[in-house]
């Protein structure tokens, strides 16, 4: 009988087999280590992955554990209305906003744990069960499996969105390699020694990617649902844990809505499986239709809602205001970074009510389609903090219509200034620094002067405006402005000549430098030239200089704050990511005048509007109609007309609100508005005064010292 040889095998094959049965035996060998051996973990890699390239960044990954425990992935900052509820943009650069587990839906909890790692309860980091199951549908070609817990891919996105990293190190963290799972697992392991898991879970889902653009739960459950995390539904939260497989690819926005139901099924099942859930209620949830609520989260100012687009200008404001405080960084640009990705809370002083009484009323005098424009500012005396920004404007990217390019749609600063925006010529309003001067230095509000319709100055002068080569200012209406006045009615009836002859009595540079105190800006080049030559600027009490409704109602805020100034402020609160108060919230005030200048100043200004003096000193005022919309309350404020009418001016003051507004075409300088719109624009600024001013008790201003009135 002959013994059958057995075939030999094609050399090819056999050496296939061999390394097919070496690769085996190595992963076995790896499973090993995984499953239980994770203490010789330090030292597999380098003899399974080649010795360099493992050791690349260990030393680092070494000392992760602590950073791995109070992770600082990048968040996005909430910037609210001063109801502190009223959403008015976020900035970020990943949507991502970390919330506690107590604000997370048990539901959603548990969908994640059935969806990602049923075992998470029971292992301390590595699950050798799920590596052994994992070595065996792999060796058998089966679905490829990871076998990577909660707590590691916990470890596997802190490493990922670690900042302090080197390129070659975040390439490691992400690489499928053998060494890149051990290191893995053994800081999974380290770090459920110093974490619970509730701590672990609720980093994970703080850190983890939903898809459409949402990182971390927050943000994931108000893309899809339009809800926060506590408010889940079972079908939510399976459909939302489902994603984090392939965040992209299955979900329902722009993905693959199928994949992202089968995905829903697939941890509900998994749900019932854990009985966290009963099968009856995996089928009513299964059975549930989608309903997505998509909450796309607003990104910088000109994604405020488009209802409210008018809010972008205080948006844009408030973004020029951080970008200058140091508190949040040594330069503009880690200021930005640190709005974009600090995860701030911030709520601001802009009030919705005020803001739509001034958007009202700046509408009311130019509507969006007029190439003219109202912007409107009101701020709070004693702090600075702004109220209202509006104009007959949308603050939008969007493109213009043909016939006019620069409007509806515009994102220039045209109610604060800045950039390419240096302001507007507010006129006799200027003529309150050389009041403020005057009274500074001892002169009293009854200084006489007789007022002649043309004065002949000291500073030269050529063109239309001198007499014999001196520059001489004129009287717009002789016959109500010339002959004897004081403060009281040379402010009253704005008297050019008296107030030129005032500046001249206490000098322009001290003028000039008053406005600087009480924060007017010269953001035009030709302004700064004269500032650094202020003596020859006689001229500036007329308001020839360009400022900006922001500023010229902040330095009149100042007035009736009995002369303490404060810096513009968009702000009541900001907190940290951390929940702690940040100082630059807090108003930056000083007093630059003496109270009872400011007190004396205020006396008289209460002539313009039709309001009597404490020393009964008015006769005549140039907005009397403003003191009859704020009847019953103390109210002063002056008007302000440049050259051939081509602005119009008025601000006005009670002690609980300033505000200012000029019309102006910000875009054409030689369309003049015309004196005929300057009733409309006092009532505009007065009307938006009374509408914030509303179910606030009146308050009175302090009156001047009888030395300082009456010398």
């Known amino acids: 009988m002959r013994l059958r040889r057995r075939p030999r095998p094609h050399p090819r094959k056999g050496r296939k087999r061999g390394v097919r049965f070496l690769l085996g035996l190595l992963r076995l060998l790896l499973c090993g280590v995984l499953a239980g051996l994770v203490v010789a973990a330090g030292a597999m890699p380098l003899a399974m992955a080649g010795g360099g390239a493992a050791k690349a960044g260990t030393d680092t990954w070494e000392n992760l554990p602590t950073e ?227 909450g796309n989260l607003p990104n910088d100012c000109t994604a405020v809602p488009k209802e409210h687009n008018d809010w972008g200008f205080f948006c844009d404001y408030f973004r020029l205001w951080w970008n200058n405080q140091p508190e949040f960084g040594a330069t503009p640009t880690d200021r930005d970074e640190a709005l974009r990705t600090g995860g701030y809370n911030i709520v601001t002083s802009l009030d919705p009510n005020i803001q739509a009484a001034a958007l009202s009323q700046s509408l009311g005098v130019y509507g969006y389609g007029n190439a003219r424009s109202l912007p409107l500012a009101a701020v709070a005396p004693g702090s600075g903090r702004i109220l209202a920004m509006a104009v007959n404007r949308h603050y939008s990217l969007e493109a213009n219509p043909p016939q006019h390019p620069n409007y509806p749609n515009t994102v220039n600063q045209l109610v604060a200034g800045g950039r390419n925006v240096a302001g507007y010529q507010a006129g006799s309003t200027f003529k309150m620094f050389t009041m403020l001067t005057a009274l500074e230095n001892n002169l009293p509000l009854n200084t006489h002067f007789k007022a002649p319709a043309r004065l002949v100055t000291i500073w030269p002068g050529s063109g239309n405006g001198s007499c014999g080569g001196r520059w001489c200012p004129a009287n717009e209406s002789p016959s109500w402005m010339d002959g004897d006045r004081t403060m009281w009615n040379g402010f009253g009836r704005s008297v050019n000549t008296y107030f030129v002859w005032l500046e001249q009595q206490v000098g322009a540079r001290k003028v000039v430098e008053m406005a600087q105190r009480l924060g007017i800006t010269f953001r035009a080049a030709e302004d700064a030239t004269m500032a650094a030559k202020a003596d020859q600027w006689g001229s500036f009490t007329l308001g020839v200089a360009s400022t900006t409704p922001l500023d010229l109602a902040n330095a009149y805020a100042a007035v009736a704050a009995g002369g303490v100034y404060c810096q513009p402020l968009p702000v009541l609160s900001i907190t940290d990511s951390d929940g702690k108060p940040v100082d630059a919230a807090g108003p930056k005030c000083r007093q630059v005048v003496d109270p009872d200048v400011a007190a004396a100043a205020t006396d008289a200004a209460r002539c313009p509007v039709g309001k009597s003096s404490v020393y009964s000193k008015c006769d005549g005022g140039t907005a009397e109609a403003v003191s009859g919309i704020l009847a019953g309350r103390p109210v002063a404020g002056k008007t302000g007309s440049s050259e051939y009418n081509a602005t119009e001016t008025f601000v006005g003051f009670t002690p609980q609100i300033a505000a200012a507004g000029i019309a102006v075409n910000a875009d054409n300088p030689n369309d003049q508005v015309g004196g005929g719109i300057s009733n409309s624009v006092n009532s505009a600024v007065a009307q938006t005064m009374a509408a914030a001013l509303r179910g606030q008790p009146a308050k009175n201003f302090p009156a001047p010292s009888r030395a300082r009135a009456m010398g």
């Open 68 to 294: 791995l425990s109070t992770p600082k992935p990048a968040q996005a900052t909430y910037v609210y209305a001063s109801d502190g509820k009223t959403l008015i943009t976020t900035f970020y650069d990943e949507n991502r906003r970390e919330v506690g587990l107590a604000q997370i839906s048990k539901l959603m909890q548990q969908a994640v744990v059935a969806a990602e790692d049923t075992r998470f309860y029971q292992h301390h980091g590595v699950d050798a069960r799920g590596v052994f199951r994992a070595f065996v549908s792999n060796s058998r070609g089966g679905a490829q499996q990871g076998a990577s817990t909660l707590t590691m891919q916990y470890v596997r996105n802190v490493l990922k969105n670690d900042s302090s990293l080197t390129p070659q190190q975040h390439l490691d963290a992400l690489s499928d390699t053998p060494a890149r799972k051990l290191r893995e697992m053994k800081l999974a392991m380290a770090l459920e020694k110093r974490m619970s898991k509730g701590e672990i879970l609720q980093q994970y889902l703080n850190i983890a990617y939903f898809g459409a653009g949402a990182y971390g739960i927050y943000a994931a459950s108000q893309t899809y649902f339009g809800k926060n995390p506590s408010e889940l539904t079972l079908p939510e939260a399976a459909l939302l844990a489902g994603l984090l497989q392939s965040p992209d690819a299955d979900n329902p926005i722009s993905g693959d809505r199928n994949a992202a139901m089968h995905r829903r099924e697939y941890t509900l099942d998994a749900m019932a499986k854990m009985k966290v859930i009963t099968p009856e209620a995996a089928a009513a949830a299964k059975a549930t239709e989608l309903k997505l609520t998509e």
